[in-house]
């Protein structure tokens, strides 16, 4: 299989990155919007009430809108850590298709995703305790240990380190005449 | 690096540019600066071939080992 160039493994998980961009943008408008909408619709109930028709408590729905829309702000700075996580990939992914994936940024770029990933999963434990300690009825958003998320940040910060050698070795071929 | 690397001695001795000798071993005049102002990091047998063969030397003439403090491994 080739490793560049059209039909290859790379081309495809350039389209990938590209797309979950897109995606991600679109997400983060919409999640902004929604959480704008929430927030205001809770400060006016009669909105709700005289606009919809809701089977159910209005006074309940109205009275957890400012959480409701704390949670949707959380996760639109959860899907900012993952637009930050994706533009440091398709930069990754640019090197690698200019043919020099050893490149002294992208050890800083891997970095840069693992410590994002961190503060994306501290950020939620964070998020979670909080939320639960304000409402404790509501389950706004999962804060249990996740084992697989610390896996995949050990996973990152060792490809960081083979990076870095790769790039010492990258000069070190530089340099030979 | 305690290696010195003497190109600046032996073209001046030849009477031979730089430009002349990155012509007849094809290696570009970059890396040649590289050598002869000792930031290279390692030579091909490759390359000291074509030199002592241009320059009509032998590598212990273009190379010089200079005691020293050893040199740390840069990343």
């Not at chain 1, 639960?132 to 996740?146: C, E, L, Q, R």
């Not at chain 1, 995949?152 to 071929?173: D, I, M, P």
Request: aromatic share 8%.
């Amino acid at each position: 299989m080739r490793a560049l160039g059209p039909g290859s493994v790379s081309s495809f998980l350039k389209i990938a990155l590209d797309v979950i961009y897109v995606a991600l943008w679109v997400w983060i408008g919409l999640l902004s919007v929604v959480s704008l909408v929430v927030l205001l619709m809770s400060f006016n109930p009669e909105l709700l009430a005289n606009r919809l028709h809701i089977n159910g408590n209005v006074d309940e729905l109205t009275g957890n809108g400012p959480l409701l829309a704390a949670a949707l702000a959380g996760w639109a700075l959860m899907s900012g850590g993952w637009m930050a996580i994706v533009e440091r990939l398709r930069k990754i992914f640019g090197t690698l298709s200019a043919g020099d994936p050893f490149h002294p940024d992208n050890v800083r770029r891997l970095r840069l995703v693992g410590m994002i990933l961190v503060g994306l999963e501290i950020g939620r434990y964070v998020f979670a305790s909080v939320a639960h300690a304000i409402a404790k009825d509501v389950k706004v958003i999962d804060g249990s240990f996740t084992l697989n998320t610390w896996f995949s940040v050990l996973v990152v910060f060792v490809l960081a380190e083979v990076f870095r050698e790769g790039a010492r070795l990258r000069r070190e071929a530089e340099l030979t005449i | 690096m305690p290696i010195r690397v003497n190109l600046d001695r032996i073209l001046l001795e030849r009477r031979m540019s730089l430009t002349e000798l990155s012509d007849r071993v094809g290696v570009t005049i970059a890396n040649l600066s590289i050598l002869k102002t000792g930031k290279a990091r390692a030579v091909r047998f490759s390359t000291l071939d074509a030199l002592c063969r241009e320059l009509g030397c032998q590598p212990g003439d273009l190379v010089e080992y200079e005691a020293g403090p050893p040199s740390a491994v840069e990343d």
